[in-house]
Structures are given as structure tokens and as C-alpha cells.
């Protein structure tokens, strides 16, 4: 089944804890995405990677980092986390090409204390 | 830049009424892509569909339809003969063919449908 997988689901941490979200999909996407979603925000992209080491800041890219050493995965990671980053989290995923629509994961829902 | 917006943050319609969700958005690119997607209770984002700049025709998909108007910049959703299912909350979403290397998808702010039974 063609999917995005995230781990974990849910995760309540403390400040300055680092904490890695795994993103990997199946479907050979060459383009992967980051985003946060806030009351009343929406969506906001944090990362991008157009393909395995390219990847570059979206709107909201403070307080994380990003890797892409190998096509499947992407990697969120809060190096160290502060209350402001609690938010539902989702991976993305697509074909290379901006008429492509987006496959998402199921979603993180961090809680940063 | 690349906007979109939602102007409805919630809707509540009794079920069996028709409700449309309206998407305006703003771009300076001539060839973009628009996108609605449905988040559930259960949180998970679907995608419902995608129209590029160059189709104007409306888009019917059971008791979902589209209409896209470039006149306006719109991208409305109508739901016809709604039920308990269809509450959620509604994203509409753009993205420009040029936009210098980040093929970014922006979303709007959604908007919350609530069915009443």
C-alpha cells in the first residue's frame, strides 16, 4: 500500500529535549515536505527536500532541522524544543513537479511542557 | 506571493442542506494548481482534488462539486445533500509551476463544516 509513515503519533516531551520525527514513504516521491499545522494558521511548510541532499527552508524553519540522506525518509528534528512547538506535525510527500498533489502522513501531535 | 484564503473558519448546515466552502487566492504566476483537501476528526489530510490554471470547467464528483473562476480567483467546493460524514474541516491549497525552486503547497486557514443530523 502506498503510504507516508510517521513515528511517533503522539509525543509529550520537555523543553530542550531533542526529539527526531521519522518520515519515510514508499512510493518513490522524489519531493518531501514538513509542515505544522496551528489553530487558525493552517498549514505552514518548515522544510522541504526537492531530492535525497537537497533540501532548503520553507516559511517556519526555526527550532528544526532537516535531512534527506536517503530517498524514503525525511527526518524531523527539534535539537532542542521549546513550548512554542507544539503543534500537529505532517510529512508530505509527491512526485517532482508542482501539478502533483501531495501525500500526507497521518500526522505528529507534539506537546512540548 | 502566493496566498490563499478562507475566509469561513466554521460552518454548521443541518444535514441534507447544500453548503458551499469558498477559496479565494492570489498568485502572480499564470500557471498554478489548486487543491482542496479534507482533514476528518481523526485528523488525517485527503485529497479530494486538483485543477490547473488552464481548466476553467467545473468538476463534479458525486454530491461534490467545484467551481473555478479566474475572473474572481476563486476555487469554491459545494457539497450537495450533506451528511454526517462530510464534517471536517476543508483546506483549499495553491501552488505556482514557477516558483524558483520551492514547489511549495500553500494552504489556506480551513474551514470547520459541521453537519447537524
Known amino acids: 500500500e502506498a503510504q507516508v509513515t510517521q513515528n511517533p503519533r503522539y509525543l509529550i516531551t520537555v523543553t530542550g529535549k531533542k526529539l527526531t520525527v521519522t518520515c519515510s514513504q514508499n512510493?518513490?516521491?522524489?519531493?518531501m515536505s514538513w509542515y505544522r499545522q496551528d489553530p487558525g494558521l493552517g498549514l505552514r511548510q518548515i522544510y522541504y527536500s526537492m531530492n535525497v541532499e537537497v533540501t532548503d527552508k520553507g516559511d517556519v524553519p526555526e527550532g528544526y532541522k532537516v535531512s534527506r540522506k536517503e530517498k524514503r525518509n525525511f527526518p524531523l528534528i527539534l535539537e532542542s524544543p521549546s513550548p512554542n512547538q507544539t503543534s500537529l506535525y505532517f510529512c508530505?510527500?509527491?512526485?517532482?513537479?508542482?501539478?502533483?498533489?501531495?501525500?500526507f502522513g497521518p500526522g505528529t501531535r507534539l506537546t512540548v511542557t | 506571493a502566493q496566498k490563499v484564503t478562507q475566509a469561513q473558519t466554521e460552518i454548521s448546515v443541518v444535514e441534507k442542506e447544500d453548503v458551499t466552502l469558498d477559496c479565494v487566492y492570489e498568485t502572480r504566476d499564470t500557471t498554478y494548481y489548486l487543491f482542496w483537501y479534507k482533514q476528518p476528526p481523526s485528523g488525517e489530510l485527503v485529497f479530494l482534488i486538483r485543477?490547473?490554471?488552464?481548466?476553467?470547467q467545473n468538476e463534479i464528483s458525486g454530491r461534490y462539486s467545484w467551481n473555478f473562476q479566474k475572473s474572481t480567483s476563486s476555487f469554491n467546493f459545494t457539497i450537495t445533500a450533506s451528511q454526517v460524514v462530510d464534517s471536517a474541516v476543508y483546506f483549499c491549497a495553491l501552488s505556482e509551476a514557477l516558483n524558483f525552486g520551492n514547489e511549495k503547497l500553500t494552504f489556506g486557514t480551513g474551514t470547520r463544516l459541521t453537519i447537524i443530523p
Open positions: 508530505a510527500s509527491r512526485l517532482s513537479g508542482t501539478a502533483y498533489e501531495q501525500y
Open positions: 485543477r490547473n490554471s488552464f481548466d476553467e
Open positions: 512510493m518513490n516521491h522524489e519531493y
